[in-house]
């Protein structure tokens, strides 16, 4: 047996991504490049010469963005077909450029050069943060550097260097500082402490850039100066602050933050799931306690697991009766026949996708509600249908017709949600029976090829098994039986 149940057919961007992709690259362009005009007829001096700046302006901003055209489609094709991901990258480079543009006509040293990594380090890999910063450096020095020359004032060429180096160091160490970060006063921290630390740099280059050219210091210029820094680093860490959670919203990421967030029992959907289903979400509780430990084990982020334990379920909301966790003494599906309880059973998948399209919850997180199930068979209605008949019974008929796991995520709840319900079932949930059934359910999903669309491994497979088996006596523990009577 091979050692991962990936399918190599890894889905490779067709005409239609590289079109949406290159859309999206060339409405960044248009609103930067307006953005540059409205900020060149703002600065009355640079009128005289604007077809000019515009022209090189124009052929600048192509290339730059063009390299990181060529970045995506080639070293992130990821991002190709994760078109709000991509988009959000978009929104916080040319934001970052249009605020710089403005800024530097202020003063250049009032530029919030990082922004685009404080923004975007908080959603994307520290890689993608680490380029977009030193592409969008570039780009605003590129800008500076042509108006100041073009503009007849090439005195400031040295200071747009100075900004460019305090750009890509702020936002470089940004970027692998901040990535993966939770908590939003974390956030300010770090970054007002890389901030101060790069701008004292600046600020002792500024020094010695006095002393080498005039031989002396001007500490008048330099204390104004350095406010402008100070300025700079505060407004580029509180404007990713103040933007972190309105690009979270507007394009839908479930960043690290924002899934915390989801998992407050406080969230309009996690209250109806208390609510009208709490046999639902107690199960989910423990799923999510599982998963969370299976996650980290496994190398995968356990905050994206804890959350997609939470709303994996969230479908048996529409028929919270139907559900064995949810009822008393009475069986509506004693009533039925076997079909109709396996589609009510089985519906719960997509009205779980339907809700959290309603409530605006990630796809990352409402895709697994419809693939912790997969294509497996709902054996207790397969089996009473069988019973009623002695002809063959299609097994298709009494399965979930979700789609596979796509992700090791998703193959963790198919395991988590199956353990937790079988383990409650034991008998005598001991450390033999319980590691007995955990091999028993991992088996029969491999076989049913349930993990052939997600890069899940063996290896993988073996340490959920061993995550789940510790963590058991932690969740169902024995409780002491306290005597009788009185003290």
């Known amino acids: 047996m091979t050692n991962t149940f990936y399918n190599p057919k890894v889905r490779k961007p067709n005409f239609k991504d590289k079109l949406v992709t290159l859309l999206c690259f060339t409405a960044t362009f248009f609103v930067m490049f307006f953005a540059f005009i409205v900020a060149a007829l703002l600065?009355?001096?640079?009128?005289?010469?604007?077809?000019?700046?515009?022209?090189?302006i124009f052929l600048g901003y192509v290339i730059i963005l063009l390299t990181l055209f060529v970045y995506v489609l080639n070293t992130?094709?990821?991002?190709?077909?994760?078109?709000?991901?991509?988009?959000?990258?978009?929104f916080a480079f040319g934001l970052t450029a249009i605020i710089s543009m403005f800024a530097s006509h202020i003063k250049i040293f009032l530029i919030p050069a990082a922004l685009a990594a404080f923004i975007v380090s908080t959603f994307a890999e520290a890689r993608d943060a680490f380029v977009v910063n030193i592409l969008a450096n570039i780009l605003i020095t590129f800008t500076i550097v042509v108006e100041i020359t073009i503009g007849?004032?090439?005195?400031?060429?040295?200071?747009?260097?100075?900004?460019?180096?305090?750009?890509?160091?702020?936002?470089?160490?940004v970027a692998y500082y901040i990535t993966k970060n939770a908590r939003r006063l974390s956030y300010i921290g770090i970054g007002l402490f890389v901030g101060i630390v790069a701008g004292a740099f600046f600020i002792g280059a500024l020094l010695l850039e006095d002393l080498a050219i005039h031989g002396a210091i001007s500490w008048g210029e330099l204390g104004e100066h350095s406010l402008f820094i100070l300025g700079a680093v505060v407004m580029q860490v509180l404007l990713g602050f103040v933007l972190q959670p309105i690009v979270e919203s507007l394009f839908n990421l479930a960043t690290n933050t924002r899934l915390v967030e989801l998992t407050d029992h406080r969230h309009p959907l996690i209250s109806r799931l208390i609510k009208e289903c709490p046999g639902t979400f107690n199960h989910s509780l423990n799923v999510a306690n599982f998963a969370e430990i299976c996650a980290a084990a496994i190398g995968e982020n356990p905050y994206m697991a804890r959350a997609a334990a939470y709303y994996h379920d969230i479908g048996k909301i529409v028929n919270p009766e139907y559900f064995n966790e949810n009822q008393s003494d009475y069986n509506p599906h004693d009533e039925l026949m076997p079909e109709v309880s396996a589609e009510i059973i089985r519906n719960h998948t997509t009205e779980g996708s339907k809700l959290c399209s309603m409530y605006r919850?990630?796809?990352?997180?409402?895709?697994?509600?419809?693939?912790?199930?997969g294509s497996l068979p709902i054996a207790?209605?397969?089996?009473?249908?069988?019973?009623?008949?002695?002809?063959?019974?299609?097994v298709k008929a009494y399965s979930y017709n979700g789609s596979l796991p796509e992700s090791k995520i998703a193959a963790v709840i198919m395991l988590c949600d199956g353990a937790e319900a079988a383990i409650r079932s034991l008998d005598n949930p001991d450390g033999k029976a319980v590691d007995e059934t955990l091999r028993k359910l991992i088996t029969e999903r491999i076989n049913a090829g349930q993990f052939d669309?997600?890069?899940?491994t063996l290896r993988d497979?073996?340490?959920?098994?061993?995550?789940?088996?510790?963590?058991?006596?932690?969740?169902?523990?024995n409780r002491v039986k306290y005597p009788e009577g009185k003290i």
């Not at 600065?43 to 077809?51: A, E, H, P, Q, S």
């Open 43 to 56: 600065n009355n001096d640079r009128v005289g010469c604007l077809f000019t700046l515009l022209a090189v």
């Open 380 to 394: 207790v209605f397969y089996n009473k249908a069988k019973s009623f008949t002695d002809s063959e019974v299609d």
């Open 361 to 373: 919850i990630p796809k990352e997180i409402s895709s697994i509600t419809s693939q912790h199930h």
């Open 453 to 456: 669309n997600c890069d899940i």
């Open 152 to 173: 007849g004032h090439p005195g400031y060429l040295l200071d747009a260097i100075w900004v460019l180096l305090f750009g890509m160091a702020t936002g470089s160490w």
């Open 461 to 477: 497979l073996d340490t959920v098994r061993m995550a789940i088996a510790d963590a058991y006596g932690g969740v169902f523990h």
């Open 76 to 90: 992130k094709r990821k991002l190709v077909y994760r078109f709000k991901l991509l988009f959000a990258i978009c």
